[in-house]
């Protein structure tokens, strides 16, 4: 079992820079394959970064790449990401998700199995 508390959201203007932190429970988070998603109103989740067990391995969405960097700490139990030059789509509720496994299929949300409550970025114009 694994507990997922995101943090770091708000308020920023477009064009300015967040960074998201999420805080997993237990002694076994480096064995887990870390992600972060978002869903928009009115829309569905999407994928936004991953990133392997040792950190090792990253991919980002099209959408995101070359300003968003996920990154891990697993002496913290810690996955970050950082948004860069943010634009007013990235208005969003933003989960980490945690899952097992082999590095396939990273970027498909049913493949993800403990979920954090999520932190909400707004992104003004």
């Known amino acids: 079992q694994v507990q997922l508390v995101e943090s770091g959201g708000g308020l920023v203007q477009a064009g300015g820079s967040l960074r998201l932190s999420c805080a997993a429970s237990?002694?076994?988070?480096?064995?887990?394959?870390m992600g972060w998603f978002r869903q928009a109103p009115g829309k569905e989740r999407e994928f936004v970064a991953v990133i392997s067990w040792n950190a090792g391995m990253t991919y980002y969405a099209d959408s995101v790449k070359g300003r968003f960097t996920i990154s891990r700490d697993n002496a913290k139990n810690t996955v970050y990401l950082q948004m860069n030059s943010l634009k007013p789509g990235g208005t969003a509720v933003y989960y980490c998700?945690?899952?097992?496994?082999?590095?396939?299929?990273?970027?498909?949300?049913?493949?993800?199995?403990?979920w954090g409550q999520g932190t909400q970025v707004t992104v003004s114009s």
């Open positions: 998700a945690a899952r097992a496994g082999s590095w396939s299929e990273q970027n498909r949300r049913r493949t993800y199995v403990y």
């Open positions: 237990g002694r076994t988070f480096s064995r887990y394959i």
